[in-house]
């Protein structure tokens, strides 16, 4: 089972959909749904229903966060937001890094460790995706490409800032394509990523880290997932857009085992 030392995190990353009524419908169907779960629940809405989603969510185990940031405090930027403005509209956490963000919109590691870097010194928890692409997995080069994403987008950061920050390993080949990683394999990389942060930051750094996997998630896998030694949590794409789907993957512990 997931290591008791570290708390299991699951979080929903609702892209480009929802309007505010729409995501107030979710929040107030959702949150009686997953009340009892011992799991921290992180719901990623879009901008403008992250202050609507974050009140309606007070009182809960829900968390309300956002789904990108700058690195700027503020600054003539045109259409970007500045991780100040997510807190102050009611965000705890930010994702980071998506590979949708690294691939549709070619944002560097060097870019993602300055939002990182201002996320942290914001106030708001980074979650910070990393993963390789099917032709780098193909060419045996996936422990390569996690160890530089991990190594430049958490460039300086500090063995007391490192455990503020989640990691999400999402490999991009199970994006939205409805291939999932095994449990096993999603394990043997987790397992490896640990052993590159140890390396990095050091035993008692590493083993405070959350780490969590994405890549089409669904309730029918979310358990086995979850019982691997060094998966902490899940990022959770189309399935965390309907309650009912959303809610069994944070109530993954009643799934019966197969």
Request: proline content about 4%; overall charge negative; aromatic content about 6%.
């Amino acid at each position: 089972m997931t290591q008791s030392k570290r708390p299991s995190v699951i979080a929903g990353n609702w892209k480009m959909y929802k309007t505010i009524d729409e995501s107030l419908e979710f929040v107030k169907e959702f949150i009686p749904l997953v009340a009892e779960s011992p799991a921290t629940v992180f719901l990623s809405v879009p901008y403008t229903s992250i202050h609507a989603a974050a009140e309606a969510a007070k009182g809960s185990n829900v968390v309300i966060g956002a789904q990108n940031m700058n690195d700027a405090t503020e600054g003539a930027f045109t259409g970007e937001i500045a991780g100040r403005m997510l807190v102050d509209a009611g965000a705890k956490f930010v994702i980071l890094g998506h590979s949708e963000r690294r691939h549709v919109f070619n944002e560097t590691d060097e870019f993602i460790n300055k939002k990182v870097k201002r996320a942290l010194s914001d106030g708001i928890v980074p979650i910070v995706c990393i993963g390789e692409t099917l032709e780098e997995r193909d060419a045996g080069k996936t422990h390569d490409i996690l160890k530089s994403q991990i190594t430049h987008s958490l460039d300086a950061v500090t063995h007391d800032e490192l455990p503020n920050i989640l990691i999400a390993y999402e490999p991009v080949w199970a994006i939205g394509t409805g291939k999932t990683a095994t449990p096993e394999l999603a394990q043997e990389v987790h397992a490896f990523c640990r052993e590159y942060i140890t390396k990095l930051w050091g035993e008692e750094s590493a083993e405070k880290v959350v780490i969590m996997y994405g890549g089409s998630v669904k309730p029918d896998n979310a358990r086995q997932l979850m019982d691997k030694k060094d998966i902490d949590g899940l990022l959770v794409g189309g399935a965390s857009l309907s309650p009912e789907s959303f809610s069994q993957i944070v109530n993954y512990q009643n799934a019966l085992t197969h």
